[in-house]
T-cell receptor, first 112, second 113 residues
Framework: GQQLNQSPQSMFIQEGEDVSMNCTSSSIFNTWLWYKQEPGEGPVLLIALYKAGELTSNGRLTAQFGITRKDSFLNISASIPSDVGIYFCAGRIIQGAQKLVFGQGTRLTINP | EPEVTQTPSHQVTQMGQEVILRCVPISNHLYFYWYRQILGQKVEFLVSFYNNEISEKSEIFDDQFSVERPDGSNFTLKIRSTKLEDSAMYFC???????????FGDGTRLSIL
């Protein structure tokens, strides 16, 4: 089925540490998106990836579209307290299909 | 920065009642979507809408659900006869082109009693 496996489910880190999370699937994706969700709010787009091998940064965030088109990772460098939240990967599987399939999310907690 | 806005932020409804969730997508966007998120779970696609018709829907989007763009700015999701399991956050999203990133509103929390 169209499943995205996102890991880890949760992370507890110290402020200043780097963070890495990833998503994998048995299906080939044409687009990978990374969103962040904070309590009571909707997902906010962080990074969009469109081509296999693409590496894109947004400030301290870096994401890559895997060469096999079946995976993506998100790195956060030098974490700060406002990075706390749930990070979701999402992707489009079929060329032209509009729906996004979401991962289960990675809950990031930061100890100051 | 333009935003997707959703109203109400919280809707409490008796089981069996009809409910309409409202969204104002970003003004120059042409593709509209509804997703839902049951508490503690991942976001799930419900339906996409383009050019005044449904372009894609999931198995969740059964005959109890309908969408409408009643005017040039609003996009609504109607649940005809709500069930307990319809309790969730419902997110509206929009994009300006077919494969462009979708931007989400802050959601409507639907509680069915």
């Amino acid at each position: 089925g169209q499943q995205l496996n996102q890991s880890p489910q949760s992370m507890f880190i110290q402020e200043g540490e780097d963070v890495s999370m990833n998503c994998t699937s048995s299906s080939i994706f044409n687009t990978w998106l990374w969103y962040k969700q904070e309590p009571g709010e909707g997902p906010v787009l962080l990074i969009a990836l469109y081509k296999a091998g693409e590496l894109t940064s947004n400030g301290r965030l870096t994401a890559q579209f895997g060469i096999t088109r079946k995976d993506s990772f998100l790195n956060i460098s030098a974490s700060i307290p406002s990075d706390v939240g749930i990070y979701f990967c999402a992707g489009r599987i079929i060329q032209g299909a509009q729906k996004l399939v979401f991962g289960q999310g990675t809950r990031l907690t930061i100890n100051p | 920065e333009p935003e997707v806005t959703q109203t109400p932020s919280h809707q409490v409804t008796q089981m069996g009642q009809e409910v309409i969730l409202r969204c104002v997508p970003i003004s120059n966007h042409l593709y509209f979507y509804w997703y839902r998120q049951i508490l503690g779970q991942k976001v799930e696609f419900l339906v996409s809408f383009y050019n005044n018709e449904i372009s894609e829907k999931s198995e969740i989007f059964d005959d109890q659900f309908s969408v409408e763009r009643p005017d040039g700015s609003n996009f609504t999701l109607k649940i005809r006869s709500t069930k307990l399991e319809d309790s969730a956050m419902y997110f509206c999203a929009s994009s300006d082109r077919e494969r462009q990133p979708q931007h989400f509103g802050d959601g409507t929390r639907l509680s069915i009693l």
